[in-house]
T-cell receptor, first 114, second 113 residues
Framework: AQSVTQLDSQVPVFEEAPVELRCNYS??????LFWYVQYPNQGLQLLLK??????LVKGINGFEAEFNKSQTSFHLRKPSVHISDTAEYFC????????????FGAGTRLFVKA | EADIYQTPRYLVIGTGKKITLECSQT?????MYWYQQDPGMELHLIHY???????EKGDLSSESTVSRIRTEHFPLTLESARPSHTSQYLC????????????FGPGTRLTVT
């Protein structure tokens, strides 16, 4: 069965510092991986996705993530964060079992300080 | 740009009332979903639909029901609201094919007193 673990519930970081939000998944088959962002009082929106091909995926707002099959990880990174990046970030996994339903992690709250 | 709408955005209602949360999308997506979201928790899938007249229960047991009479509309109904239903409800849709990402509405925050 699929599962997603986001290893940090909260990540405080100073503005212009780099950040990494960690995500590990469990699946016995090939997977599709996603990172979503949720700003206060809004729904989730897609940051980036991995379907196949290059393991380094670039997304919106300067974020990127690296798919590591051997470590079953899909960590999200940004080299320099802004105050406006303060939000909740969700890692998600989907595969062809279960009708391509998506399993979401519990979220990581990124708090960028001035 | 994704166009998926949810109404109301906020709702405070008394125990025992019947409520319907509305969700509409203008993208022609076949697949639609309802999630329940509580702080610090995973999004839990409560209902989904793969097309008109198709509805399925999700992984989280829910006392709600859904219908899918039109492609664009996927309302969720609670026949008798209880305080345990207090939560944020998110509606999402996605296209068929290989892309698989979901487009989310802004959510309905429900409080049952």
């Amino acid at each position: 069965a699929q599962s997603v673990t986001q290893l940090d519930s909260q990540v405080p970081v100073f503005e212009e510092a780099p950040v990494e939000l960690r995500c590990n998944y469990s699946s016995s088959v090939s997977v599709y991986l996603f990172w979503y962002v949720q700003y206060p009082n809004q729904g989730l929106q897609l940051l980036l996705k991995y379907l196949s091909g290059s393991t380094l995926v670039k997304g919106i707002n300067g974020f990127e993530a690296e798919f590591n099959k051997s470590q079953t990880s899909f960590h999200l990174r940004k080299p320099s964060v802004h105050i406006s990046d303060t939000a909740e970030y969700f890692c998600a996994v989907s595969d062809y079992t279960g009708g391509f339903k998506t399993i979401f992690g519990a979220g990581t709250r990124l708090f960028v300080k001035a | 740009e994704a166009d998926i709408y949810q109404t109301p955005r906020y709702l405070v209602i008394g125990t025992g009332k019947k409520i319907t949360l509305e969700c509409s999308q203008t993208m022609g997506h076949d697949k639609m979903y309802w999630y329940q979201q509580d702080p610090g928790m995973e999004l839990h899938l409560i209902h989904y639909s793969y097309g008109v007249n198709s509805t399925e229960k999700g992984d989280l047991s829910s006392e709600s029901t859904v219908s899918r009479i039109r492609t664009e509309h996927f309302p969720l109904t609670l026949e008798s609201a209880r305080p345990s239903h207090t939560s944020q409800y998110l509606c999402a849709s996605r296209p068929s094919g290989i892309s698989y990402e979901q487009y989310f509405g802004p959510g309905t925050r429900l409080t049952v007193t």
